[in-house]
Nanobody, 116 residues
Framework: QARIVESGGGLVEPGGSRTLSCVVSGTISSVDTMVWHRQTPGNPRVLVAAFTSSGATNYAPYAKGRFTISRDDAKTSLYLQMSSLRPEDTAVYYC??????????WGQGIQVTVSS
């Protein structure tokens, strides 16, 4: 059974930067899209950024220009570089791996708090 582990969360001051990482242990076959989602209390999980199988990247409007998604060639690691962080970026961030069969693997989530 594959497992996804996120790291890099924590407390960041407004305007600061943070890079989230996730690593896949075990084997996930036929990876299609790798994503970062985030969730705040009382709200649904929403897309932050995606890295598609074709190599294209997609970002939520609030992430464009501030966040950068990247991955390794083996599709076993995914990163989210975040800059110019705002208090409203405070959330639990989840790494997800979507297969060509549309099955989703998710990490346990990691808290990012933007506060002075």
């Amino acid at each position: 059974q594959a497992r996804i582990v996120e790291s890099g969360g924590g407390l960041v001051e407004p305007g600061g930067s943070r890079t989230l990482s996730c690593v896949v242990s075990g084997t996930i076959s036929s990876v299609d899209t790798m994503v970062w989602h985030r969730q705040t209390p009382g709200n649904p999980r929403v897309l932050v950024a995606a890295f598609t199988s074709s190599g294209a990247t997609n970002y939520a409007p609030y992430a464009k220009g501030r966040f950068t998604i990247s991955r390794d060639d083996a599709k076993t690691s995914l990163y989210l570089q975040m800059s110019s962080l705002r208090p409203e970026d405070t959330a639990v961030y989840y790494c997800g791996i979507i297969t060509v069969d549309a099955y989703a693997y998710w990490g346990q989530g990691i808290q990012v708090t933007v506060s002075s």
